[in-house]
């Protein structure tokens, strides 16, 4: 006995072939001529992203163009992936703001609870997923980086609207 | 024969004789070089032709980067980049074999398209040119030779290559190609049978008078274009290169432009497959209903008209090649030659023999071939039509029940056979026995 091999079982005298060929060549000529085309022409269009979409970090800045993190360290407290740096300092009115603040984008696996545990609403994870680099230290955004980001950020799930309505 | 004489020869009969000398030879150069150019620039474009109709049929737009929206610029851009790739030559190939493979895969398409005719003769005030390259009297006879020649460069390719999967290619190759084109041969008899001579000049004429062969031999035609499809190793016969088991098949060691070269064979060889099934059952580049055109005496327009048709119909072939390959999956080997062996031969020869006696019969009973009936309706044409349709319905209503095509259930055992022949019949009397 050689290689075991499954036998469909088919009814073999009502199998007809030439039918069955025939009918297949109308199905794809009929998708031959439909003017539907599926492809999206990447680079020209995209894709309309969902309000929820979790993407490249934004950091959003107060009125004086200064961020608006107070160094809290909740969001590297919660990273799952442990991607986020933060050095707190404190200024001479006392007010703690990041010395050093940095997301390495490429370990980030995108969760959004950095954006969920931040009491100040600072950083945020954006609508925006195009962040190809040449190295690997090219992922690592710093606080700058974070602040320039202009795409619109993640509007998080709400308990009162479930369904992003 | 001086001009002078020549011109007073056209003026006392209607045909004007064919060129000779001088400018015989002149218009075979050109003609072979105007061929050539054609048939490589046509094959250029039947790639991206194949890319468009196979995104279409998926639902997608297919290259549309290069050369506006309908890509005409991408088969540019392929040829630029095989050239510009690195010619790979394995250790363990045999490499005059290996580099010859290429071009002797590529030369019997090319070789075969030479006594094609393609339209009209063309006056000229040298005389009559043929439109064919070489006008040779035993056209259908010097095909079957060099089409044979065909699965050579496949074979050594597979051999040369020295490689598991080129010489399983290779190997596979050469029996498919082997096998169908008995068949192949077989199906073509009928129409050297009802055409009475092997010229394929001769073929086109008595279609132009006694009507396409496409009826009265369209079984003939059937059994024709299933082996074309086997010998160009086009979908669903493509066990040569099979893809998802051979990686690439007999050309899996080969890069660049030799690469290339196996490329524009398969496609040179569909379109000479298509011109030899327009040539042989659609009148070749006849203008249907409009005899006017198809006859002499010969001009300038008429040669352009044909022309366009006959580019027109094979156009249409090529279609139908590549339509079929998006539409059908591949045979399993021991279906492929259970086919060839068991179907499509048999099938040949039996049509053979039944077209021979009813030719036999025709003229015992005195139909003369250039009989027509009511003013317009060829005899041969309209008997041999509908004996053939008779024919067609009977294998395509009793040969296609599972015969065709044999299922995986086909090589178990007898008793388990009519095991699985019992799960049809109770569905099929369903309203008899109930269940």
Redesign the interface.
């Known amino acids: 006995m050689g290689i075991q091999?499954?036998?469909?079982?088919?009814?073999?005298?009502?199998?007809?072939?030439?039918?069955s060929?025939l009918k297949?060549?109308a199905?794809?000529?009929k998708?031959?001529?439909?003017p539907?085309?599926?492809?999206l022409?990447y680079p020209e269009q995209k894709w309309d992203l969902s309000p929820r979409w979790r993407g490249t970090h934004r950091m959003l800045t107060d009125e004086n163009g200064k961020a608006k993190c107070v160094a809290c360290g909740l969001c590297p407290q919660i990273c799952p992936a442990n991607c986020i740096k933060l050095v707190p300092g404190e200024d001479e009115q006392g007010n703690r703001y990041p010395l050093i603040y940095e997301i390495d984008e490429f370990r980030c696996i995108f969760c959004g609870y950095c954006q969920e545990v931040c009491p100040e609403e600072a950083i945020h994870v954006g609508r925006h997923y195009e962040n190809s680099e040449y190295s690997r230290a090219g992922f690592v955004y710093d606080l700058e980086r974070l602040m320039q980001q202009t795409h619109p950020v993640c509007e998080m799930w709400d308990p009162a609207d479930p369904r992003g309505e | 024969m001086p001009y002078a004489t020549l011109l007073l020869l056209q003026k006392v009969y209607d045909r004007q004789l064919p060129v000779h000398g001088a400018p015989w030879l002149w218009f075979t150069i050109i003609k072979m070089l105007v061929v050539f150019t054609v048939i490589m620039v046509g094959v250029a474009m039947l790639t991206l032709a194949e890319r468009k109709?196979s995104?279409?049929?998926?639902?997608?737009?297919g290259p549309?980067r290069v050369g506006g929206k309908l890509g005409l610029l991408q088969p540019a851009a392929d040829g630029l980049k095989n050239i510009m790739k690195e010619e790979t030559y394995p250790e363990a190939a045999s490499k005059v074999l290996f580099v010859l493979a290429p071009a002797m895969a590529f030369l019997p398409a090319l070789m075969t398209f030479a006594v094609i005719p393609f339209a009209a003769p063309l006056p000229t005030r040298w005389g009559l040119v043929k439109m064919v390259v070489a006008d040779l009297p035993i056209g259908f006879l010097y095909i079957l030779a060099i089409s044979s020649l065909g699965v050579y460069g496949i074979v050594l390719a597979g051999w040369s290559s020295n490689n598991k999967y080129s010489l399983l290619g290779g190997l596979r190759s050469s029996a498919q190609m082997v096998s169908y084109e008995v068949a192949m041969g077989l199906a073509a008899v009928s129409v050297l049978l009802l055409a009475g001579n092997v010229s394929l000049d001769t073929i086109i004429e008595n279609q132009v008078i006694g009507g396409w062969y496409i009826l009265p031999l369209f079984l003939g035609f059937f059994i024709f274009l299933v082996s074309a499809f086997a010998e160009t190793n086009r979908l669903p016969f493509d066990l040569p290169e099979a893809e998802s088991e051979l990686i690439a098949g007999y050309h899996t060691e080969y890069s660049a432009m030799k690469f290339s070269m196996f490329f524009i064979a398969e496609y040179s060889n569909m379109v000479t497959a298509s011109a030899l099934t327009v040539t042989l059952f659609f009148g070749g580049w006849s203008v249907p209903f409009l005899n006017g055109i198809n006859l002499a005496p010969w001009a300038w327009w008429k040669t352009l008209i044909t022309l366009a048709f006959f580019v027109a119909k094979v156009g249409f072939f090529i279609f139908l090649f590549m339509?079929?390959r998006?539409?059908?999956p591949r045979f399993r080997y021991d279906q492929l030659m259970g086919l060839g062996w068991k179907v499509m031969i048999p099938l040949a020869l039996v049509y053979m023999v039944i077209m021979a006696a009813a030719l036999l019969v025709l003229s015992y009973v005195g139909v003369s071939p250039n009989a027509v009936w009511l003013g317009f309706l060829p005899a041969y044409w309209a008997i041999l039509g509908v004996l053939n349709i008779i024919l067609a319905a009977l294998v395509?209503v009793v040969l296609?029940?599972?015969r065709?095509?044999s299922?995986?259930?086909s090589?178990?055992d007898a008793a388990e056979?009519a095991r699985?022949?019992a799960?049809?019949?109770p569905?099929?009397f369903a309203g008899v026995q109930g269940d």
């Open positions: 091999i499954k036998v469909l079982e088919r009814p073999i005298e009502q199998t007809s072939y030439l039918r060929t297949g060549m199905l794809t000529f998708h031959l001529i439909d539907h085309k599926k492809t022409q | 109709i995104a279409w049929i998926q639902d997608r737009q549309n339509w079929v998006w539409t059908l395509f296609d029940r599972g065709l095509v299922p995986a259930s090589r178990v056979l699985l022949r799960i049809s019949t569905r099929r």
